[in-house]
């Protein structure tokens, strides 16, 4: 019942033909071809990518911050600016 007959391909080929024209055909075949062959070659990109970078060392390793460099009592802390809720901002008015 789902098997792809012969006729089937036939039917849709005619179907193909009429909507088409024979002279569109192989242009769109031809760029169809070349899309795929692009998206090949792309995604054979992209999985070389991720196989250098699994093998990749990391260059720097990332340290914890210090304590000192957290919170330094004799270093001025910049002012920040007051909160305003946007919201009450605008029931003010």
């Given amino acids: 019942m789902g098997a792809l007959k012969p006729w089937?391909?036939?039917?849709?080929?005619?179907?193909?033909?009429?909507?088409?024209?024979?002279?569109?055909?192989?242009?769109?075949?031809r760029s169809l071809g070349r899309s795929l062959r692009i998206i090949k070659a792309e995604t054979?990109?992209?999985?070389?990518?991720?196989?250098?970078?699994?093998?990749?060392e990391p260059q720097h390793a990332r340290e914890p911050l210090r304590p000192t460099e957290i919170h330094d009592p004799q270093r001025p802390q910049p002012q920040q600016q007051p909160y305003v809720d946007p919201v009450q901002r605008t029931t003010d008015r």
Avoid: M, T
């Fill in 44 to 56: 054979k990109g992209l999985v070389d990518d991720d196989n250098v970078a699994e093998k990749a």
């Fill in 8 to 29: 089937h391909i036939i039917v849709f080929v005619v179907v193909l033909v009429l909507l088409f024209g024979a002279k569109r055909l192989p242009d769109a075949a």
